[in-house]
């Protein structure tokens, strides 16, 4: 009887374990900013302290066992009742624990409040749509979806903003969790440390697809930073081809509705669209910038992603495949 229980949960722990990477795009224990860093902090005096007091526990009672055990000849040790010295030990001892532990917690909580704006900070609006992501750097006049591009080494406010219902913004390396409020504003200033991509998720249940709404936050060096800018800001090439056959379609189209192209269309339902090819992935992370995955998408939103804002607009092939050249184009 023993034996496979004590396989399966073997078992369980390496298939747990074989999930885990130190150093993964989403790990809580390689922070890459300074919010991350303090909030590492606080977990490993929280983790240490654990540590420290499971030995004492452990090895007391192991003592114990092996001190008191059953022994032919040994009667019952003698009991006690009431003991103030224990007593005010064990009541002063968690409350010094607690102590230790809410110290450093109270004063990272109050840093990572962030209420001072930090001079030359870059301010992104960041908006919780179900179900995917919206960036607005207003002072650079960039619009983008799912994919936050910041530079390395400078201060950033993040504005979150909720325009449906809760979600929570948290890129485990660079801090967060932040709750994304409908009709409040909240805020995460960060610097991130160093330069590299991210994975973010939404932290907050919000609905059907909410474990598919993911992000990710590349940190490029401040030149490259401005590069991406530069190429945001200019607007796509003129399409050719089929691309220009997919541009007069999508323009006749309920796309226009919801989506905005800078010189084409102003919606504000779903990502703005003006350079849907210059990032590699769609769908809030679900899937690559790629002809076949952009036509299955056009074809089915809902199918693909259960729940998704953007209706089946039954589109024939062609007409899929004429719009994917358009977008595909948008670099
Ligand atoms: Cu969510």
Same mark, same amino acid.
């Given at each position: 009887?023993?034996? =496979? ?15 885990? +990477? ?13 919010? /991350?860093? +303090? #909030? ?35 009667? =019952?040790? &003698? ?21 230790? #532990? ?13 209420? /001072?704006?930090? =001079? ?57 969790? !932040?709750?994304? #409020? ?82 084409? &269309? ?11 090819? &210059? ?13 076949? !995955? ?7 939103? =809902? ?19 004429? *719009?994917?050249?358009? *977008?595909?184009?948008?670099?």
């Amino acid at each position: 009887m023993v034996r =496979p229980a004590l396989g399966v949960l073997v078992l369980a722990v390496a298939l747990g374990l074989a999930g885990c +990477a130190w150093d993964g795009p989403m790990s809580t224990v390689a922070p890459r900013s300074d919010v /991350a860093r +303090a #909030i590492h902090g606080v977990y490993a005096i929280i983790t240490w302290a654990t540590v420290g007091i499971a030995l004492v526990v452990f090895v007391g009672l192991g003592w114990v066992l092996w001190r008191y055990r059953a022994r032919p000849g040994v009667g =019952p040790v &003698s009991q006690t009742r009431g003991h103030s010295l224990l007593e005010i030990a064990w009541t002063v001892a968690p409350a010094l624990v607690l102590l230790v #532990i809410a110290i450093p917690t109270i004063q990272v909580i109050f840093r990572t409040q962030g209420a /001072a704006m930090p =001079p030359n900070a870059l301010e992104v609006t960041v908006r919780g749509w179900q179900w995917w992501w919206e960036f607005r750097y207003p002072a650079l006049d960039v619009v983008t979806a799912n994919e936050l591009h910041l530079p390395r080494g400078r201060a950033v406010v993040l504005n979150l903003e909720g325009p449906d219902v809760i979600h929570s913004f948290w890129v485990p390396q660079l801090g967060g969790k !932040r709750d994304v #409020i409908p009709g409040r504003l909240n805020r995460i200033t960060l610097v991130p440390e160093q330069s590299g991509e991210y994975w973010g998720q939404c932290a907050e249940f919000c609905g059907t697809s909410h474990a598919n709404m993911g992000l990710r936050v590349v940190v490029e060096e401040p030149e490259a930073f401005e590069r991406w800018v530069a190429a945001q800001r200019t607007p796509p090439a003129e399409p050719s081809g089929l691309a220009a056959e997919g541009q007069a379609l999508y323009a006749r189209s309920a796309c226009v509705g919801c989506h905005a192209i800078r010189g084409v &269309s102003a919606g504000v339902i779903g990502p703005d669209l003006t350079h849907f090819a &210059s990032r590699d992935l769609f769908g809030a992370g679900m899937w690559p910038v790629t002809e076949e !995955r952009v036509i299955a998408w056009l074809k089915d939103p =809902p199918r693909l992603k259960p729940g998704a804002k953007m209706p089946n607009l039954n589109l024939t092939d062609a007409e899929a495949r004429a *719009l994917t050249a358009y *977008l595909l184009s948008l670099e």
